[in-house]
């Protein structure tokens, strides 16, 4: 039986890697709102992700036909859940809100994930959970305000900040049913299972959108966007989550969502040319003693033994 702290280090390390490539994700789906509507941003996000897992997961599928049949109905709701809705509705938001308020909303997410967790699996949050989750959000905040919380009370909240703020439940949802998937499925068959559902449930919307603006070819740069959210933001980005979903629960896992606002502003220093300043540092630091204080090793324990 592996040890509890060495699963600790290694759910950690799954949830950051799965937190740094949607940081990418993010960024990209705000480059991309007016080349790409989000329903066709997402199909053909999950376009290249099906493709990806298909080497590796056709043969796999007919020997597991039973267990996706028994479990079809839960497949369905992750498909519908993780795939078509929620990062659809996050594409959405992308296209009308700004940077600072998406980083703002997504900092709700681990509060809707302990939300889920009680309503759906009647699992409640510990007093050293919330306790990091409100650390972590002030670092969130530390670093959206650059220090200064009147910029905070400047803040105009837009239309698209509702659609995010509708996704984070779905996300919620998403994590804490994947408790319920069969092992036997395997994480690459399961993520195949559901693109594939998702990917059929986007077609309609996707075709619809088609008639109204027929698609073009996208340019290179366009094209780079799209492999990146299908292999790293798709692929790689769930089979973290879900193998560290697996290990600590949606509600420790939710936990280190706080990360990808902070991968975020450092992929925009690296990429966009912005400067590392004193304020990034404090948040940076508050962020990450939240999060190992909602995920310190005595949270989980009992689950790993």
């Known amino acids: 039986m592996v040890s509890a702290r060495r699963a600790h280090l290694l759910a950690f390390a799954l949830l950051a890697l799965a937190n740094l490539f949607w940081a990418g994700n993010w960024i990209l789906g705000r480059a991309l709102r007016d080349a790409y509507d989000p ?44 795939v ?37 699996e009647r699992v409640g949050a510990t007093r050293r959970q919330i306790a990091g ?11 959206v305000s650059h220090g200064e919380p009147g910029i905070l009370l400047q803040l105009e909240f837009r239309a698209g900040d509702a659609w995010i703020l509708i996704a984070m439940p779905v996300w919620g949802i998403y994590s804490v049913l ?16 559901i693109s594939l559902a998702g990917l059929a449930m986007l077609a309609p919307a996707f075709a619809l959108e088609a008639l109204h603006a027929p698609p073009r070819w996208p340019t290179a740069g366009e094209a780079a966007a799209l492999l990146y959210m299908g ?9 973290c989550w879900n193998c560290g979903v697996a290990l600590v629960g949606a509600n420790a896992a939710g936990f280190t969502l706080p990360l990808l606002p902070v991968f975020g502003a450092v992929l925009a220093m ?24 909602a995920t310190s090793v005595a949270s989980f324990r009992t689950r790993l033994t």
Not at 231 to 239: H, M
Request: aromatic share 10%; glycine share 8%; with cysteine.
């Open 39 to 82: 329903v066709t941003l997402n199909f053909w996000r999950w376009v290249v992700a099906v493709l990806a897992l298909a080497p590796f997961a056709l043969h796999q599928i007919p020997g597991k036909l039973a267990t996706i049949r028994r479990h079809a109905g839960l497949l369905a709701l992750l498909a519908l859940a993780g």
């Open 84 to 120: 078509a809705v929620f990062q659809t509705l996050v594409y959405l938001g992308l296209r009308t809100t700004t940077a600072i308020n998406a980083v703002l909303l997504n900092s709700s997410a681990p509060l809707f994930m302990m939300l889920c967790s009680w309503v759906i």
């Open 133 to 143: 989750m409100l650390v972590s959000l002030i670092g969130v905040l530390v670093i």
């Open 178 to 193: 994947l408790k319920r998937c069969p092992p036997d499925l395997g994480g690459v068959s399961m993520l195949f299972v």
């Open 231 to 239: 292999l790293a933001a798709s692929v790689g980005a769930i089979i």
């Open 270 to 293: 690296v990429f966009l040319g912005e400067t590392f300043q004193v304020f990034h540092a404090a948040g940076f630091a508050t962020i990450l003693s939240g999060i190992m204080l």
